[in-house]
């Protein structure tokens, strides 16, 4: 039997590891050539009052895609602001500058500028969060430090009481409650979810981040023969070496 006909039946098999990603990581991969063949961005819009009401209140309200999500801190928990029964999710928001406000007149809103300057710092934009089952009359929901409503219609519920919008709101859609409560987008962030580039000799590298955190994920696949799929870890183990990636506990 030839070589090429002994190769044509020989199965291969994609394997793969996953990595943290260190500083020196991305440097030394386009180092030894990778090219880069495409990449995922997230863009997130945020929204607000002309007074910044709901920051002010530690509220955040986000859009991604044509999904809602109003974040709600624990300030307006303590001022007796439940959530509604069922699906909610809990998150520890993480604190960070956040320089991307832009398109407020400055001048209608001097009364709160060392307030929203103290917000800016609260991340708006965890996406890291663990989902369970909350009902109203557990004393537990008082310990959260946030919940996220994201149905649009238990959105506009919650911020009519809170902004004590008048009129009936229920039949009203994301978009005209908007206008009759004064909200409006205040700044849009686009962050790259994921970049997926190719090394020489069919090394596939998938850099992932997620939500907010600067921590990065390396998935690196590589096509091996069925026969030499140890040998193929081998090799994974010796291109993390070279890429300073750091192997993750199972």
Known sequence: ???????????????????????????????LGAVQLGKVVEQVDYYDTDLYDLA???MWLSKMG??????????????????????????????????SVGGKNQTSKTSNSKTLESQK????????????????ERNGIKALTCY?????????AFLSQVLHVQG???NMTMEVFLQVAGIQRYA???????????????????????????????????DVDIENVAQGFQ????????????????
């Not at 699906?87 to 960070?96: A, E, I, Y």
């Not at 609260?122 to 369970?132: A, F, R, Y």
């Not at 996220?148 to 506009?156: C, S, W």
């Open 235 to 250: 090799r994974l183990e010796q291109l993390a070496k070279e890429l300073d990636l750091q192997l993750q506990s199972v």
């Open 168 to 170: 009936e709101t229920n």
């Open 66 to 99: 044509r999904e809602w999500k109003l974040i709600v801190g624990k300030g307006t928990q303590n001022n007796s602001q439940d959530p509604p029964k069922g699906k909610v999710q809990t998150s520890h928001l993480r604190t960070q500058k956040f320089n």
């Open 1 to 31: 039997m030839s070589n090429k006909q002994k190769n044509d039946n020989i199965h291969t098999v994609k394997i793969q590891q996953t990595y943290w990603v260190k500083d020196t990581s991305e440097e030394k991969m386009l180092a």
């Open 188 to 222: 849009t962030i686009s962050n790259v979810t994921q970049e997926t580039f190719r090394l020489t000799n069919d090394y596939t590298i998938q850099l992932k981040t997620e939500g907010t955190t600067t921590k990065k994920t390396a998935v690196v696949l590589l």
């Open 148 to 156: 996220a409503l994201e149905q649009e219609k238990e959105i506009i």
């Open 121 to 136: 710092k609260v991340s708006i934009n965890d996406q890291n969060e663990n989902e369970e089952t909350v009902d109203n």
């Open 56 to 58: 002010v209140t530690e």
